[in-house]
């Protein structure tokens, strides 16, 4: 199983930008973040496949979040943030290439997970 490292989360203003990012102890398929808010499912928010060739975004983030890989690290650079982002932020790798890549249930290794705090 794929060891998990998060780092980046903090406290800022509506419309700044945060740096997540995510070591991870080897390589698998393919990363993703996600994210739980109070009283909520954890829900996608994006993913990359290990080569870096296909990224997919949940809506509302679209244009503002920025999911790359860097070696063995995924980053998500979030731009515009809003108090609905609020959120703890968990990085996760999938091994199976069949796979869906925003399906909480079909990640294989989790991180502890980050907390980031957007107000008004």
């Known amino acids: 199983q794929v060891q998990l490292e998060e780092d980046g989360g903090g406290m800022v203003q509506a419309g700044g930008s945060l740096r997540l990012s995510c070591a991870a102890s080897g390589r698998t398929w393919r990363a993703g973040w996600f994210r739980q808010a109070p009283g909520k499912e954890r829900e996608f928010v994006a993913s990359i496949t290990w080569s870096g060739d296909i990224t997919n975004y949940q809506d509302s983030v679209k244009g503002r979040f920025t999911i790359s890989m860097n070696g063995n690290t995924v980053n998500l650079q979030m731009n515009d943030l809003k108090p609905e982002d609020t959120a703890v932020y968990y990085c996760?790798?999938?091994?199976?290439?069949?796979?869906?890549?925003?399906?909480?249930?079909?990640?294989?290794?989790w991180g502890h997970g980050t907390q980031v705090t957007v107000s008004l």
């Open positions: 996760a790798t999938q091994m199976s290439i069949i796979g869906a890549y925003n399906n909480v249930n079909q990640y294989d290794s």
